[in-house]
């Protein structure tokens, strides 16, 4: 990663950071010999910034696929004993502590694709084929309250993963409402079938409401 992240060293500014309701941070410290401690944003489609980036768009967030691949790889809930409440995920690369905040979720699933066997595949973060889940028609969770999707992702990494606005567009004709507008989907209509939702994902998602709101 070191490597990647050296054609971007104009974006690692110098200077020492502090966000809303975040700690202070400088891009590259070092809290112990060899170690050095990078910040960054994902964005609720996917995109990935240093999290000192004033302007945020497509122009300034990370499009390498290896670079992005890797990153995501390591990502796991932080658990680090460092900035655990304000950036609550990290991707560590060797003596380098990535520490990640996000929008939504730091998965953000941004394409469906087909594998090599004919297999329906989610893409997410910018990764292409390199970042993918199965895709579980029958997992896909729609909120009522803002209409935001969610499916499973990798385990390490919270279980959960937002589905970005567009590709939630596109999947929102096939939902069924058994129990009215007011409450989440009761099915959802895929290649010809018919499958009930078992939105398992809930719970999930409304502790984490609950934690926010706290």
């Not at 919270?158 to 989440?184: C, D, H, R, T, W």
């Amino acid at each position: 990663m070191r490597l990647l992240r050296g054609g971007l060293g104009f974006l690692l500014r110098p200077g020492l950071c502090r966000g809303p309701d975040r700690p202070l941070y400088q891009q590259g410290q070092s809290p112990s010999p060899r170690t050095r401690e990078y910040f960054y944003y994902v964005d609720h489609q996917g995109q990935l910034f240093l999290d000192d980036t004033k302007v945020k768009n497509f122009i300034t967030c990370f499009k390498d696929k290896q670079f992005l691949a890797f990153f995501f790889k390591q990502l796991k809930v932080n658990q680090s004993g460092r900035y655990e409440d304000t950036f609550p995920y990290l991707s560590p690369c060797g003596r380098e502590h990535n520490y990640i905040r996000c929008d939504d979720r730091p998965v953000v699933f941004t394409h469906l694709l087909q594998g090599a066997s004919g297999e329906e595949l989610l893409s997410y973060c910018g990764g292409a084929e390199r970042l993918t889940v199965p895709f579980r028609p029958e997992k896909l969770l729609m909120l009522p309250e803002n209409g935001r999707v969610y499916h499973p992702g990798p385990e390490k990494a919270g279980g959960v993963g937002l589905v970005k606005s567009a590709l939630a567009y596109e999947l929102s004709p096939n939902f069924e409402y058994e129990q009215g507008p007011s409450q989440p989907p009761t099915h959802f209509h895929w290649r010809d079938q018919r499958h009930t939702l078992t939105n398992e994902l809930l719970p999930f998602i409304r502790d984490r409401e609950e934690e926010k709101g706290a």
